[in-house]
């Protein structure tokens, strides 16, 4: 799992693939459709795409003589939760130290309070 999640962010690290893979939400598309937008050759464009399918980002068919290049979806997932544990113990870190620190300041506060209350006293 580690390994293929290393491949994906490794070929996602690019923004040329990175807007192929966003390119590809909207539908499938062959290497020209892909390469269209973009000053490279098609054998660029195919050494990226190549890079996105050892991933397991992309994957091609053959439907007749047209071969599109199809998003495989469920990669994200694996992302997502790989990302969402990560997130999840951050959040509690984060609530772990709000906790903290209203505790530190509660006692600030009582602090403060004892001391108006014995000079107000004296």
């Known amino acids: 799992m580690t390994d293929q999640l290393s ?3 490794a070929a ?3 923004p040329t693939r990175r807007d192929i ?3 590809l ?5 062959t290497v020209g459709e892909i390469a269209e937008p973009y000053d490279v050759s098609l054998q ?3 050494k990226h ?3 996105l399918e050892d991933a397991g980002l992309v994957t091609r068919t ?3 003589q047209r071969r599109p290049v199809h998003l495989e979806a469920e990669v994200f997932d694996l992302m997502t939760k790989w990302i969402e544990r990560y997130r999840r113990r951050a959040e509690e870190r984060y609530q772990r130290l709000d906790a903290l620190l209203d505790e530190m300041n509660g006692v ?5 309070d004892t001391t108006i209350t014995e000079r107000d006293a004296g």
Do not use: N, P, Q
């Open 7 to 9: 491949k994906v962010f």
């Open 12 to 14: 996602l690290a690019d």
């Open 21 to 23: 893979v966003a390119r």
């Open 25 to 29: 939400t909207e539908s499938d598309a």
């Open 44 to 46: 660029a464009v195919s």
């Open 49 to 51: 795409l190549k890079v």
């Open 62 to 64: 053959r439907e007749a």
């Open 108 to 112: 600030e506060d009582d602090d403060l």
